[in-house]
């Protein structure tokens, strides 16, 4: 049989056939890929996998269900476009791989998308729009930088909010208009959500044309409507992020707002603990104090702190609020208040709280310090009234900086008076010293001549840690050795050290101070008035009023001796006189005369303390408790006296005599009642 010379060989036949299985093939697979694309950038598609399926159900019951996914999820444009369907095939291949596990699905939407034509390119024009019951307006969040920060439409719409797909998330909304802001501090005021027009349009429920009319503000009414204040943990960045040098830019606000916000799409309330804004219907919340009674206690809180005076520029904070304890620290006792049968408890404090922690002695530390502050501020108020005085005789052009001067000096001093110095008994020293340096300065202002004096205090910049609890003491000045012992003069004007006079060896504060090392200094020169110092002794020698007492005069002060006469011996020392003493002037007999005064008095004083100790082992009646009050402060007198009469013996014997007389007399009739 003859072969057709148009026929291919057979192995030329094999390879197109190849050829054509190969291209048949191709032209499957690109019409597969192509199908495979378009079916995977459809929104239907979207719903095959089972974690998408909340995410697609809400898609479907939003407002943007005509809307294909990729068109919001894609920003306009060819590459945008080819990219969304690449990206379906690369999620398919995520899905059967279970890459998809370890993430969490997660979208942003870019401005361009929201704002391409046909969809809300107008919006910024359209004005102002009604969200729910108040007025919102696009252009004014877009247009203007909100608290300094770029906005995006995804700040305010989430992808997804309680089911609804691409909703406003008003959590946003509270985060910016309630978190305090010291630039924008009004973008929390009602009035910029709330408009006027619309609340006195809604009169349904109630007509606030009342409100307006008086001028009420809104939280006259609606207190407590926002609860938290919308912090930002420093944990919450550990969520994304773990490099230090990301980490270190937690305090660059607007850096991190920049990334997070417009550059990226993280939610707010990623890193911002919640704010709400609602009714709070919680008795003990609306009946909350504050809602009526405005800045209470605040002058406790500014010494507290130890911040918010006039003219300390230095935060001087009680010890007490460094170590963190609170006001229920001290205010331990109950007092009960209210009435008859609704009774309420608050809570006080008083000097047995001081011991409690500190131990005994301590509730002698508060009461220095009241007397301490009290004759401070009678010196600063009687300095702060003759200075306004002052002021008001100045011409008119100085009077007004003087005023305020003054108004700064008065807020201190109210603060000390009205917070009470124990809160911080240093600060308010302070506050008192720049009072009177306040109202030096206004009448230098005011062009006064006047120069009160500034008495000098102890501060916080005096090397002596005594000062922690012992502050205010130079206002003090207490009996010792029968003596009043001025601290001023000796700590602030002497500049003497605590340590000086006291000693915390065996026990602390321990009186160490005896009259020899007072005498060391006091007696160097001896040309002095001695009841600067001897006060009691020169009452009792002299004459005068004592406790309620009227002492006459000694015979001797009568002729006109004085004390140097007695005690200043020839070399100009002075001394303790004794028997001796009276013989230089007198004769022989008054040796044996100044030792029975001595003893006389001597036992009356000890018959008499001894008879007082029986008294008071029995309860006393008032009319009593009076007189055995008045014995008890003249036998004290005589007692630290240290003469044992021989300052004044006719009124020593007479006193102590009487007195001897009504203990026997009160004891006698104690027996008789019995």
Known sequence: MAKDPLAAPPVKKLKIRKRWIVLGALAVLFLAFVVSIEVTSSSKFCSACHYMKPFFQSWQ??????????????????????????EGLVMVGRYWTKLYVKSKPWAEIQDESCLQPGCHDRRLLEGQVKFGKVVFDHKAHFADLKRGKELRCTSCHSQIVQGEHIT????????????????????????????????????????HAPVFQNGFSCDK?????????????????????????????????????????????????????????????????????????????????????????????????????????????????????????LTAETSTSAPQACESCHGRGFARILRNWE?????????????HARAAAEVERAPAAKRTPARRLLEEAAFNIDVVERGKSVHNMTYSQELLGAALGLVRDALAAAGSGWKPE????????????????????????????????????HVVRQGMACAACHSNVRRHGEL????????????????????RCHALQKTLYGGGPLDGLTVPKDIMAEAGTDCAACHVDKEKRVIRPDAASCVACHDEDYRALFEEWRTTIGRLLTE???????????????????????IERGLQALELDGSRGVHNYAFAEEFLTNAAKTIKSLGAGAGEKK
Do not use: W
Request: glycine letters at 6%; a neutral charge.
């Open 608 to 630: 008499v303390r001894a008879g007082l100790h029986e008294i008071y082992k029995e309860p006393l009646a008032e009319a009593v408790k009076a007189q055995v009050q008045a």
């Open 371 to 383: 007397t301490a502050t009290t004759t401070r501020l009678a010196e600063v108020k009687s300095v």
């Open 168 to 207: 406003v998330t008003e959590n946003s909304c509270f985060i910016c208009h309630f978190k305090p802001s010291e630039s924008h501090p009004r973008i929390g005021d009602c009035a910029t959500c709330h408009r006027k027009d619309d609340l006195l349009a809604a009169k349904e429920r109630f007509d």
């Open 512 to 531: 160490t101070a005896t009259k020899d090392s007072c005498a060391a200094c006091h007696h160097q020169a001896p040309v002095k008035d001695c009841g």
């Open 61 to 86: 019951e939003s407002s943007h269900s005509r809307v294909e996914c990729k068109t919001c999820h894609y920003p306009p444009g060819l590459r945008s476009t080819l990219r969304a369907k690449m």
């Open 221 to 341: 009414c609606h207190s407590h409507v926002v609860v938290g204040d919308g912090a930002v943990p420093r944990d919450n960045c550990y969520k994304c992020h773990f490099e230090q040098e990301r980490l270190d830019k937690y305090d660059d606000t607007d850096l991190i707002h920049r990334m997070h916000i417009a550059a990226n799409k993280i939610e707010c309330d990623q890193c911002h603990l919640q704010i709400q804004h609602k009714i709070v219907k919680d008795i003990e919340t609306v009946a909350d104090c504050k809602t009526c009674h405005t800045n209470l206690h605040q002058a406790q809180k500014i010494l507290f702190l130890g911040e918010g005076g006039k003219g300390v520029g230095h935060a001087v904070p009680n010890v007490m609020f460094e170590k963190g304890l609170s006001c229920k620290g001290c205010h331990i006792f109950h007092e009960e208040v209210g009435g008859r049968l």
């Open 454 to 489: 500034v008495p000098a205090v102890l501060t916080r910049e005096t090397p002596n840690a005594c000062l922690n609890c012992h502050a205010g003491i130079e206002e003090l000045s207490p009996a010792v050795f029968g003596l009043t012992f001025p601290h001023r003069s």
